[in-house]
């Protein structure tokens, strides 16, 4: 159907179900229709709203409205229109209910919600996912789980948020499908003195005519990927009025925080984020290690090298991430100072428990590689890296895999993907190697 005849058929079904509503009784039957006629019109609500943000954003690039981006020619490359960028407060809120309540759906807490859930008695407050087969948006099969309610949903990604790496400095796009597409600007060679694929000062004499110019654009396409947090829960928390939610909750939205990060950083893209130290991101620069470099050693000049290929509209956001393990060797690196004998100055600098190399902060994280591996020191810059997340949370039990150790299973599934927003490095006006937000150093393992 096209968006005309969606909203025909959202009249259609919206009228029928207000003569249900009206009715002072209905029959088992009729109540099933009216069930089945609030998912069919919020299905078809949810279409039209997609339909029209993509014809809205059809018609800005064919109109060439997308603004260049702000930050220098190396900075970022989006828009800073209203519906195209993404959002700057990245809490659930400040994504999906900007002025609007959050929703418990009459449940008292988390703790009611989840001891309903696992009794595995019925509760019409238990909402279930919307079926694949009946609506294309949601992307969630019929036993795809319970809908946890919003208010519950921002409380555990919001809980993990502040101690995540890249959520809290990558762009984050709200998806309210299962797929969002972010307009962005191509052309990442500069030699020939052009910008996005195209655009080139001009100088003109009297009466002389100028030549119009065309940039390219690129499309980056986000797609709502099924990540699953599985934890095992004693039924002893529960029986013996322990503080089952508590517990549970700490257990998933860790989980929750720590897999985003993993994956943001370390996955290949298969049904799964682009991970910026990954194959999967084109833009990443690895720099080899020195000549007859010793195996499992961290030298001056391969940091001041990777330093050296950072894009310069990256040098404010961009932070070294380290594996823990290379922590004493950086801390053993010294730099001599002027020509006075014996004067050096350490390259790793700490403050109050805050680590920098080269003026730019240092996080130690095990989502890196060990000490000697590619990937064990890394320069990024998150906010060339895009982020999608969806509002929606499903949660699901099952006693079957611990039936014979008295366990019970729960599995919480949060959609979300994320992609470097260049699709090369940049080949600078004038220089000899390329430049990205993204750099890595090579393996000294053999």
Not at 31 to 36: M, N
Not at 91 to 101: K, L, T, W
Not at 196 to 212: I, P, S, V
């Amino acid at each position: 159907m096209n968006l005309e005849e969606m909203k025909a058929a959202l009249a259609k079904k919206a009228q029928r179900l207000k003569d249900l509503v009206g009715q002072d009784r209905l029959s088992d039957k009729e109540k099933t229709e009216k069930r089945t006629l609030l998912s069919e019109c919020q299905d078809l609500k949810t279409d039209i709203e997609q339909g029209a943000e993509e014809r809205q954003l059809l018609d800005d690039l064919d109109k060439s409205y997308v603004t260049p981006p702000a930050g220098g020619q190396l900075g970022g490359q989006f828009s800073t229109r209203d519906h195209t960028r993404p959002t700057e407060d990245r809490s659930y809120r400040g994504m999906f209910a900007v002025g609007e309540p959050l929703s418990r759906d009459s449940w008292k807490d988390p703790d009611e919600f989840l001891n309903v859930l696992l009794s595995g008695r019925h509760d019409e407050r238990l909402k279930r996912t919307r079926s694949e087969k009946r609506s294309m948006i949601e992307g969630v099969s019929e036993d795809g789980g319970f809908s946890v309610p919003t208010e519950f949903a921002a409380k555990w990604l919001d809980s993990s948020l502040p101690a995540e790496i890249v959520r809290t400095r990558a762009q984050v796009w709200p998806m309210k499908s299962s797929e969002r597409v972010v307009p962005g600007w191509s052309g990442k060679d500069h030699s020939g003195g052009t910008l996005f694929g195209g655009f080139k000062m001009q100088w003109l004499g009297e009466a002389q005519t100028g030549t119009r110019q065309t940039g390219k654009m690129e499309v980056l396409t986000l797609k709502a990927r099924k990540g699953a947090i599985f934890a095992q829960i004693s039924n002893e928390l529960k029986d013996d009025g322990m503080s089952f939610a508590q517990q549970l909750e700490f257990a998933l939205k860790t989980s929750v925080g720590f897999g985003l990060d993993s994956n943001f950083i370390n996955g290949d893209g298969v049904a799964k984020p682009a991970g910026v130290l990954t194959t999967a991101n084109p833009a990443l620069i690895t720099v080899a290690k020195e000549t007859s470099q010793t195996e499992g050693t961290i030298v001056y000049r391969n940091l001041s090298k990777m330093y050296a290929r950072l894009a310069p509209g990256s040098y404010k956001n961009a932070v070294w991430l380290c594996n823990q393990d290379c922590m004493q060797s950086l801390l053993e690196i010294y730099v001599p100072i002027g020509e006075t004998y014996g004067t050096h100055a350490p390259l790793l600098n700490e403050s109050n428990g805050t680590f920098s190399i080269f003026g730019i902060p240092v996080i130690f994280t095990e989502h890196c590689a060990s000490l000697g591996a590619q990937g064990d020191i890394n320069l990024v810059d998150f906010t060339q890296y895009a982020v999608g997340l969806r509002k929606d949370l499903s949660l699901d039990i099952s006693n079957a895999p611990g039936w014979t150790e008295d366990m019970t299973d729960y599995r919480l599934i949060v959609r979300v993907d994320g992609m470097s927003t260049w699709s090369a490095p940049v080949t600078p006006l004038n220089g000899t190697v390329t430049l990205s937000p993204f750099i890595t150093l090579g393996a000294r393992d053999e």
